[in-house]
């Protein structure tokens, strides 16, 4: 069983920068891809981007290219999330997930408790 947790959100002014982080514990981590997912109140969770476990391969939505890079550090065990030139449109809870390769909620069998990420104009 794998546990993730978030840490990293927060209120930030438009155009700002954060960065999430997701620790993994309980599992392997190399074993899995992980993903970082969104979910704005009253809306479907969003895919915002994933990590292949050998971390070589990326893959990121469309509205976060060139604005959000995903990384992770293998000997803490955590991906990571750097997230630059906020919109308030980024405005949602970040989820943390890991399973297989995929860039729907499906793909993934655990899930962190998220983190409130909040951008004010």
């Known amino acids: 069983q794998v546990q993730l947790v978030e840490s990293g959100g927060g209120l930030v002014q438009a155009g700002g920068s954060l960065r999430l982080s997701c620790a993994a514990s309980?599992?392997?981590?190399?074993?899995?891809?992980m993903g970082w997912f969104r979910q704005a109140p009253g809306k479907e969770r969003e895919f915002v981007a994933c990590i292949d476990r050998s971390a070589l391969i990326k893959s990121y939505a469309d509205s976060m290219k060139g604005r959000f890079t995903i990384s992770v550090d293998s000997t803490k065990n955590t991906v990571y999330l750097q997230m630059n030139s906020l919109k308030p449109e980024d405005t949602a809870v970040y989820y943390c997930a890991a399973g297989k390769w995929a860039t729907t909620p499906s793909g993934y069998n655990y899930w962190g408790q998220g983190t409130q990420v909040t951008v004010s104009s």
């Open positions: 309980g599992g392997t981590f190399s074993s899995y891809a």
